[in-house]
């Protein structure tokens, strides 16, 4: 197909931003490669050729004056089904960093009905109490998709719903990660008194032991490790 027929929207245009070093290496591929059939743009079918997933690859082609590129029309009942078909592609290639994890969430969240009068509760809105079970059912959904453990979506949800907006934005750029803002959140009010920071050597230490941890450990496994160690840490005001 001609890639002037294409045509990309959010939330799948927003959703994961384009890595410019991966989208060098791809477009220098193309130029003396040509474009890799072996993997097509994914475009809505029936949905005036929405691509959802290939962004990086169509920016690409466009940069390398490469015109004609192979797609896969899929059929997606709704919206929110075909997001959750791009934030698995993206999964299955790697793991999702803390901005993205936070971007995705919100995303299912505005497709996800909630019922009464609870609202989005990442984006505001008034908060009732939810059936039983609901949270936990949704966090164990959310996890599953994303490839994380369900605490980790668990503290992600807390920073959504009561972090200050600038621990929010800063999370959302890249520059904090979800378990620093978790424990900024639930000791914002917390008495100077009770609040014993690490040392530097301390900080270091604990820095390399995550970093032996992360290369060691399967992701879910790192995650439970890092959460545990959060929750250690976050009694002493500490952030990890």
């Not at 931003?17 to 220098?28: A, G, Q, S």
């Not at 820095?207 to 959460?227: C, G, N, Q, Y």
Request: aromatic share 8%; proline share 5%.
């Amino acid at each position: 197909m001609n890639i002037d027929f294409l045509k990309t929207a959010p939330p799948f245009r927003d959703l994961f931003p384009i890595n410019e070093k991966v989208l060098d290496r791809v477009y220098w591929d193309m130029q003396k490669n040509g474009y890799d059939r072996s993997q097509p743009i994914v475009v809505w079918e029936g949905h005036d050729t929405t691509v959802i997933d290939g962004h990086t690859r169509l920016r690409a082609a466009r940069k390398a004056k490469i015109f004609d590129v192979p797609v896969m029309p899929k059929p997606f009942s709704d919206e929110n089904e075909a997001l959750q078909y791009a934030i698995r592609c993206q999964r299955n290639r790697r793991n999702l960093k803390d901005f993205e994890i936070m971007k995705c969430m919100e995303e299912l969240d505005k497709k996800r009905s909630r019922g009464g009068d609870r609202g989005n509760q990442y984006i505001g809105g008034k908060v009732a109490k939810a059936p039983d079970g609901a949270f936990g059912k949704s966090a164990q959904e959310t996890a599953s998709l994303l490839g994380i453990s369900t605490r980790k979506i668990e503290r992600a949800r807390k920073v959504l719903d009561d972090a200050p907006e600038d621990v929010r934005v800063a999370v959302q750029s890249g520059k904090m990660s979800i378990n620093a803002a978790y424990n900024r959140t639930v000791n914002r009010n917390k008495p100077k008194s009770e609040i014993v920071p690490l040392t530097k050597e301390e900080q270091d230490s604990l820095a390399e032991v995550l970093k032996f941890a992360e290369k060691r450990l399967p992701e879910r496994l790192f995650d439970e490790f890092s959460l545990v160690l959060t929750k250690i840490l976050t009694r002493h005001g500490n952030e990890v």
